[in-house]
C-alpha cells in the first residue's frame, strides 16, 4: 500500500520539481529574485555551449525561420523556448502523473513536444496565406523596377498592399534595416532568415541581384507565374479536403438512417413473432 502510494506520488514530485527548476529559469524580470543568478548562469551556459555544439544556434535559426519569434514573441530565446517545454512537461507530469506513471509520462512527452509541432503547423499556415500576398509582391516590383524605381524603394512600395501580417512585419523591419544601418545587403539577409519559404528566398535572390545588375524583370514574373501555380495547386488540395470531408459526412448520415431503418424492421419482426 506505501510502495502504491509513493509510486503514484513520485511523479507528483517530479512534476513540482521540474516546475521549480523551470521557474527559476523564467524570471529574469524580477532582480530581487536569487533565482535570477541562476537562470543568467545557465542562459550563459547554454550560449557558450551552443558557440562549441551550435545547438544554441541551430535553435535559435529553427525558431526564427519558422515564426517563433512572431508567434511567441519577440523575446523568445532558445533557453527560453525549453524553459516553456519543460514547464509543460512538468505541467502535464503532475497532472497525469496523480493517475499512474503511464499516463504522466504520456501527458509529459505530448506537452514537451506541442510547441515544437503548434509552430511547425503555424508555419506551414503562414507559407500557405503568403502566397498570393508574395505574387502581388512580384508583380508590383516588376512594375517599379521596369518604371526606373530604386529596388528597396519599390520594396517599400509594396509594403501597403500586404495584409498578412507575419510578411507585412517583416518588410516593415526591412524598410527600417535599410533606412537605419544604410546596408541594403544585410538587411535582405536578415529579412530571408525570418522565413522557411522557398518564395521568400527567390524573391531575396532576385532583389540582390536587382541591386548589383538591375536584371531582374524577367526573374520576377517568372516567380510570380510559379506562384500562380501554387496558388492553383492549394486550391486543388482544398478542393480536395472539402469533398473528402462532404463524402465522410454524407456517409456518416447514410450509416446513421440504415441503421435507425434497420433498428426499426428488427423491431417490427420481433414484436410480430411474440404477437403470433
Not at 506537452?111 to 509541432?117: I, K, T, W
Amino acid at each position: 500500500m506505501i510502495v502504491d502510494y509513493g509510486v503514484r506520488l513520485l511523479p507528483v514530485c517530479a512534476g513540482g520539481l521540474m516546475f521549480a527548476l523551470v521557474l527559476a529559469l523564467y524570471k529574469e524580470g524580477r532582480p530581487d529574485w536569487k533565482v535570477l543568478s541562476t537562470y543568467q548562469e545557465l542562459s550563459g551556459l547554454l550560449r557558450e555551449r551552443g558557440r562549441q555544439t551550435g545547438w544554441y544556434r541551430k535553435k535559435q535559426k529553427w525558431l526564427t525561420q519558422n515564426g517563433g519569434t512572431f508567434h511567441y514573441g519577440s523575446a523568445m530565446t532558445p533557453t527560453k523556448y525549453l524553459a516553456v517545454r519543460l514547464l509543460l512537461a512538468a505541467v502535464g507530469m503532475a497532472a497525469a502523473g496523480s493517475l499512474s506513471w503511464e499516463y504522466g509520462v504520456i501527458a509529459c512527452g505530448i506537452l514537451y513536444f506541442l510547441p515544437s509541432g503548434l509552430l511547425v503547423y503555424l508555419n506551414g499556415r503562414d507559407n500557405e496565406r503568403m502566397l498570393p500576398e508574395l505574387k502581388l509582391v512580384f508583380h508590383g516590383l516588376e512594375i517599379q523596377i521596369l518604371a526606373g524605381v530604386y529596388v528597396i524603394d519599390a520594396l517599400a512600395e509594396c509594403y501597403g498592399s500586404v495584409q498578412e501580417k507575419r510578411l507585412r512585419k517583416a518588410l516593415l523591419e526591412l524598410a527600417g534595416d535599410v533606412v537605419i544601418k544604410a546596408d541594403a545587403y544585410d538587411a535582405l539577409d536578415r529579412f530571408q532568415r525570418k522565413f522557411d519559404n522557398r518564395y521568400v528566398d527567390s524573391l531575396c535572390i532576385i532583389l540582390l541581384q536587382a541591386l548589383e545588375s538591375g536584371q531582374a524583370v524577367e526573374l520576377l514574373g517568372d516567380i510570380g507565374e510559379q506562384i500562380k501555380d501554387m496558388e492553383e495547386t492549394v486550391l486543388k488540395r482544398r478542393k480536395s479536403a472539402l469533398d473528402r470531408s462532404i463524402t465522410f459526412y454524407q456517409l456518416g448520415i447514410l450509416a446513421v438512417v440504415l441503421a435507425i431503418a434497420l433498428y426499426a424492421c428488427v423491431t417490427y419482426m420481433f414484436g410480430a413473432a411474440a404477437g403470433i
